[in-house]
């Protein structure tokens, strides 16, 4: 954490000293100082912060580390709010135009006193810094992969201890593993086990290698642990020390001085006629793996590479070949996880009666993570993880994202669920990681959640969740005055515009992010103006009814979300926030008042907010809005309603300039408008993923058929005629995974050909009036996994050639006529028809019965 707060606070510095000398004035030598000091610290930062739950006083060492970088963002933050508030033209700029202003003086001598009190800590801690590089010189710390996590090697060395008698739930993956590994394939097979932290893949390998049939088919056995500090020379080195101490002789004197090439072929030969097993345990990265795997010979003896990882990437990358072969980790079962936890506890004697209530309350947290229940029931120490450090070139957005995904593909976050186009819809943590991340952000002041009843406000927290709170909030804020950020969640009782008021005007002038979703709110607190440094403001849900002209304050906000709330027109002073990638307004009605939409009317000028990745959901209430949208070319995102037919020639247009776009939602102002998306050059919307057109078709935009990343597809109103031939083009459109119809096509017979549709996997058919049969041909749509049919009450039967979607797994017929309802309850399973759905898992019938929504499987 301590490193991360440094390498923000050294690029504030840099951004900082890069200006003119006339803005810091004397202070600029104080600050160059501040930031070559930490400069200097922040290599050691990441080794010391591994090892300090080891050294109460190198634990000190950061804290203060820690503690002095908080408090010169807190120092630069003040600075910029004294200084730069009101004014337009950049920070420098603010800042330069009012530096000799008399009235500033007093507040410029306050905060050069507090620079040199920082300056005058940071020497003292620099010297200690100096004390802890003599003592944990580079021998000690980094040197070796054998010295890095401490903390992760002793409760894995704990694991790998444990008898195979006390062992469960590994029977049947043991007994798995071993035939992949003694099968009679001559080439060089790689067997990767690959799961999140704390599963057992360490110890389930072990008790492969080490079994007496394994052991008795290798001449040479070798086992390297690599983690994250992969050093190439030390990891080969090991493995030769290895490899001759097992046939009882000294290690050739020439290895120590061999460099990278010579020790590569050194392995080599010395393996070449060996059949080998050699263990690979906890693989971070693909350049470990591709470093390590060019040293290993194949001479068709059937050798073998056992890998562990908890990296996704690295376990598909180390198998590529057809005979190699992943085991994916699975949790224990409840009935094995408490097995082992009486076993780890209590020494198999069983738990005590008086313990057993809580002691399983404890086992759930760990949802079957055999490591977890071993260190829950045991001594645990916890693997410290670091972050991925910021990258020159990319937007936020995309920065953002990776981070989740480099998350997710270490198993660190857990994907609950995606859309059918492979985008994530919810993620979770398990709750061992979310305690230990609570537990640490708690210890170093970083975060703090409130829940349940509280009667006094954390001490100089920088960042504040409160969700589900009980009882009146206490009193007095001035705790508040570090806080960084505010999230909040199920609070709708207290969180009013009173309660807000007294909380911002009291606390925290420093805020970036105000999460208000949902909450009691009739109007926005005139103290949230004054949070000059703001970047996130989320009043989505609340009852705000009109946004003020004092939104033009926020002069650093990045992120407006007015979703579901009844904001219908922006103020001209919203041009001002030049820094906003995303503004969000409008509400989206659902198929009980048949999908509307409702947007927000923009001023003149909206085009001059040229840093917006997302707009939604934007009024076209004239060409001029539409024209200005075409200069806003860092789009992803663009949700635009009330386009007349008139428009759309011109909203193409402005289609050619956002070749960034990665998410696209039209809809026409009335039912019975016809879109006229039409143009003679097609735009390059190569990235584009989603795309809604609302509104009359006469027929789909040629463009539309070029989309080659197109996942996701929704026509609505559309009216499609028969004799277009509308649907069949659509089954072209290579990567199309989710079709939505709704609305869109005016035939009686609907056919799904043979060839189309090759990736779908989601199809929705929602009142299609005039339909009365739908077909399927084989080979079509053979990816086919949900098929939902709604509203559509002329359909006389069940769609014909179901039983040609051989991976459809949920078909749901809801609000369809009372005939077609009443065949499909009754059908006989000697039927025909029940035989085509016979192969479905889940067959659902929804319908109304006195006035009330019923729903029912077959």
Not at 194 to 209: A, N
Not at 348 to 367: A, D, F, M, T, W
Not at 813 to 836: F, G, P, R, V, W
Request: glycine share 6%; with cysteine.
């Amino acid at each position: 954490m301590a490193e991360s707060v440094v390498g923000f606070l050294i690029n504030q510095l840099s951004a900082l000293l890069s200006q003119e000398t006339k803005l810091l004035g004397g202070l600029r030598p104080d600050v160059q100082f501040i930031k070559d000091e930490l400069g200097s610290m922040k290599a050691f930062l990441r080794q010391a912060e591994a090892k300090e739950d080891n050294d109460s006083q190198l634990q000190e060492w950061v804290k203060q580390v820690r503690e002095v970088a908080y408090d010169t963002v807190d120092v630069l933050d003040d600075f910029a709010f004294r200084f730069a508030r009101g004014h337009a033209d950049g920070f420098i700029g603010r800042v330069g135009k009012i530096y000799n202003s008399i009235m500033n003086l007093k507040a410029r001598h306050q905060i050069s006193l507090e620079i040199k009190d920082i300056k005058a800590r940071v020497v003292e801690i620099s010297a200690r810094h100096q004390r802890y590089q003599s003592l944990y010189g580079t021998q000690e710390i980094g040197s070796s992969s054998s010295n890095v996590a401490n903390a992760d090697y002793d409760i894995r060395d704990q694991a790998l201890l444990i008898e195979e008698a006390k062992l469960v739930g590994i029977d049947q993956p043991k007994k798995e593993l071993i035939s992949e590994v003694l099968d009679d394939n001559s080439h060089l097979k790689v067997v990767s086990v690959v799961g999140m932290g704390g599963l057992g893949k360490t110890t389930l390998v072990k008790k492969v290698y080490d079994d007496a049939v394994v052991k008795k088919q290798f001449q040479s056995h070798a086992w390297i642990t690599l983690s994250q500090n992969f050093q190439f020379n030390v990891i080969i080195k090991d493995l030769i020390q290895q490899l001759y101490e097992e046939i009882r002789q000294p290690v050739p004197p020439q290895v120590e001085s061999m460099n990278r090439v010579r020790l590569s072929q050194f392995v080599r030969d010395f393996l070449k006629e060996r059949r080998y097993i050699l263990v690979l345990d906890d693989v971070w990265s693909l350049d470990a793996w591709e470093a390590i795997k060019y040293v290993l010979p194949d001479y068709n003896i059937a050798s073998r590479v056992v890998l562990t990882t908890r990296i996704t990437d690295v376990a598909s990358a180390s198998c590529l070949a057809s005979h190699d072969f992943i085991h994916k980790m699975s949790p224990l079962s409840y009935e094995d996880s408490w097995t082992l936890f009486c076993n780890r506890t209590f020494q198999s004697n069983g738990c005590p009666s008086n313990l057993e209530k809580v002691c399983r309350k404890i086992l759930k947290k760990c949802e079957g993570l055999p490591l977890g229940i071993v260190v829950m029931g045991g001594d645990g120490k916890w693997i410290a993880l670091g972050f991925v450090e910021e990258e020159e070139g990319m937007i936020a957005t995309d920065i953002a994202m990776r981070y989740l995904k480099e998350l997710i593909n270490r198993s660190l976050i857990q994907v609950k669920d995606t859309w059918y186009d492979g985008q994530l819809e919810e993620c979770g943590l398990h709750d061992i990681l979310r305690e230990i991340i609570v537990s640490k952000s708690k210890e170093q002041s970083f975060t703090a959640i409130i829940t349940g009843y509280c009667t006094r406000w954390p001490d100089k927290v920088r960042h504040l969740a409160i969700h589900n709170f009980t009882g009146n909030p206490p009193q007095g804020f001035s705790s508040l005055k570090c806080l960084r950020s505010v999230e909040t969640f199920g609070n709708k009782d207290f969180l009013t515009t009173s309660f807000l008021s007294k909380f911002l005007c009291g606390g925290p002038k420093f805020l970036k992010v105000l999460n208000l979703a949902s909450a009691e709110l009739d109007s926005i607190p005139k103290a949230v103006f004054k949070l000059f440094h703001l970047e996130y403001l989320d009043l989505s849900g609340t009852r705000v009814k009109i946004i003020p002209k004092s939104i033009g304050q926020l002069q650093n906000l990045e992120s407006f979300n007015l979703a579901e709330t009844t904001i219908t027109e922006l103020p001209v002073e919203i041009l001002k926030l030049r820094k906003l990638r995303s503004l969000v307004v409008g509400r989206m009605g659902d198929y009980s008042n048949n999908f509307s939409v409702w947007g927000f009317k923009s001023p003149d000028g909206i085009g001059k907010l040229t840093s917006l990745e997302a707009l939604r959901i934007i009024e076209a209430n004239s060409g001029k809005i539409v024209r200005e949208i075409g200069k806003l070319i860092r789009l992803r995102e663009l949700s635009i309603t009330k386009l007349r037919r008139e428009d759309g020639k011109e909203l193409v247009s402005s289609l050619l300039r956002l070749t960034n776009l990665r998410e696209l939602y039209i809809y026409s102002i009335k039912e019975e408008e016809t879109l006229d998306l039409q143009h003679s050059v097609s735009p390059r919307l190569g990235f584009l993923t989603r795309l809604s057109l609302t509104g009359r078709l006469e027929r789909v935009p040629e463009w539309v058929m070029s989309l080659q990343s197109l996942g996701t597809l929704a026509l609505l109103n559309s009216e499609l005629t028969e004799d277009e031939n509308a649907i069949d083009c659509l089954g072209h459109l290579p990567n199309l995974v989710d079709l939505a119809l709704s609305g869109a096509y005016e035939g009686e017979t609907l056919c799904f050909k043979a060839g189309g549709f090759p990736k779908l996997k989601e199809l929705g058919i929602v009142q299609l009036k005039r339909l009365k049969w739908v077909s399927v041909e084989e080979e079509s749509m053979p990816n086919l996994q949900q098929f939902v049919i709604v509203g559509c009450k002329l359909m006389e039967g069940l769609p014909l050639g179901l039983q040609n979607l051989t991976e459809l797994k949920v078909l749901a017929l809801a609000d369809m006529s009372d005939e077609l309802i009443h065949e499909i309850q009754n059908l006989d399973k000697q039927s025909e028809d029940y035989q085509t759905i016979s192969h479905i898992s889940q067959v659902c019938i929804g319908h109304w019965i006195n006035g009330e929504w019923k729903e029912e499987f077959l």
